[in-house]
């Protein structure tokens, strides 16, 4: 699998959109820590300035070149021929997600001291105050960065799903972007509308969704999760290892 894997962040690294995107993602931050203001920089450096879903957004839209765009155009059918194996370029793909879904994080984290640093956003908090679970506030930030990482992954296993089942770069997008600003909301209805137990019901792969924010807002995400974060990680691991194994199913059965 490895010169697979090569090849695959050969083309991640040369490709513009990937870097040129996490412009956006900066932008974002700094739109959404002058919405926020001064009130919330704790909160802010936590969060990493609330970068989870744009993390997610950039997620989908490089996910989905890496493996519909490749579907789409037909070129996946020249990719399998110099492959070893389908195993080789399923796998190769996936983890090329996964390292730049944790070069997203960490430049997140990045910018989120640049932006402690540089009063004009928000005013610069000590990394050593304790905020949320008594922690210092760099923990804080270290152990939501971590949490996220266990979301955003779970994502992925839902792109690599989409994206082997549909062929349409677009339509990957649109159905991912929906489930990532209507997923957390899907949930509550169907705990709400009380269709069946709420104990079975509260462990559907929509509540997932909700593990960042529960993990640095519990008291608001917990009544409607009805989770515990320990049990809303466990439920997005699991689903995440059912999704992927679901997907690389589809794509060993795939026909190109």
Same mark, same amino acid.
């Given at each position: 699998?490895?010169?697979?894997?090569?090849?695959?962040?050969?083309?991640?690294?040369?490709?513009?959109?990937?870097?040129?995107?996490?412009?956006?993602?900066?932008?974002?931050?700094?739109?959404?820590? =002058?919405?926020?203001?001064?009130?919330?920089?704790?909160?802010?450096?936590?969060?990493?300035?609330?970068?989870?879903?744009?993390?997610?957004?950039?997620?989908?839209?490089?996910?989905?070149?890496?493996?519909?765009?490749?579907?789409?155009?037909?070129?996946?059918?020249?990719?399998?021929?110099?492959?070893?194996?389908?195993?080789?370029?399923?796998?190769?793909?996936?983890?090329?997600?996964?390292?730049?879904?944790?070069?997203?994080?960490?430049?997140?984290?990045?910018?989120?001291?640049? =932006?402690?640093?540089?009063?004009?956003?928000?005013?610069?908090?000590?990394?050593?105050?304790?905020?949320?679970?008594?922690?210092?506030?760099?923990?804080?930030?270290?152990?939501?960065?971590?949490?996220?990482?266990?979301?955003?992954?779970?994502?992925?296993? +839902?792109?690599?799903?989409?994206?082997? +089942?549909?062929?349409?770069?677009?339509?990957?997008?649109?159905?991912?972007?929906?489930?990532?600003?209507?997923?957390?909301?899907?949930?509550?209805?169907?705990?709400?509308?009380?269709?069946?137990?709420?104990?079975?019901?509260?462990?559907?792969?929509?509540?997932? +969704?909700?593990?960042?924010?529960?993990?640095?807002?519990?008291?608001?995400?917990?009544?409607?999760?009805?989770?515990?974060?320990?049990? +809303?990680?466990?439920?997005?691991?699991?689903?995440?290892?059912?999704?992927?194994?679901?997907?690389?199913?589809?794509?060993?059965?795939?026909?190109?």
């Amino acid at each position: 699998m490895y010169p697979e894997l090569r090849k695959e962040l050969y083309k991640l690294r040369h490709r513009k959109l990937p870097w040129t995107i996490i412009l956006l993602m900066l932008a974002l931050m700094i739109i959404i820590g =002058l919405g926020m203001g001064r009130t919330y920089s704790k909160l802010l450096v936590m969060t990493c300035y609330d970068s989870s879903v744009t993390i997610m957004l950039l997620l989908i839209i490089v996910g989905s070149t890496i493996f519909s765009m490749e579907f789409q155009n037909g070129t996946i059918i020249s990719l399998m021929y110099r492959a070893k194996s389908r195993s080789a370029v399923f796998f190769a793909k996936y983890i090329t997600l996964v390292i730049y879904n944790v070069i997203l994080h960490v430049i997140a984290m990045i910018l989120t001291v640049l =932006l402690n640093i540089v009063p004009i956003i928000n005013n610069p908090v000590s990394w050593t105050a304790i905020y949320k679970y008594h922690q210092p506030l760099v923990v804080n930030m270290f152990m939501n960065t971590g949490v996220d990482l266990v979301t955003s992954t779970f994502i992925i296993s +839902l792109i690599c799903l989409f994206s082997c +089942l549909i062929n349409s770069n677009v339509v990957v997008i649109a159905i991912n972007a929906l489930l990532i600003f209507m997923g957390s909301g899907l949930s509550s209805n169907l705990l709400l509308a009380h269709v069946g137990p709420s104990k079975i019901i509260r462990w559907n792969p929509f509540n997932m +969704l909700n593990l960042t924010n529960q993990y640095y807002n519990y008291a608001t995400y917990h009544i409607s999760s009805m989770l515990t974060n320990g049990q +809303l990680l466990t439920g997005t691991i699991c689903y995440t290892i059912i999704f992927t194994l679901l997907a690389y199913w589809i794509f060993q059965r795939k026909h190109f």
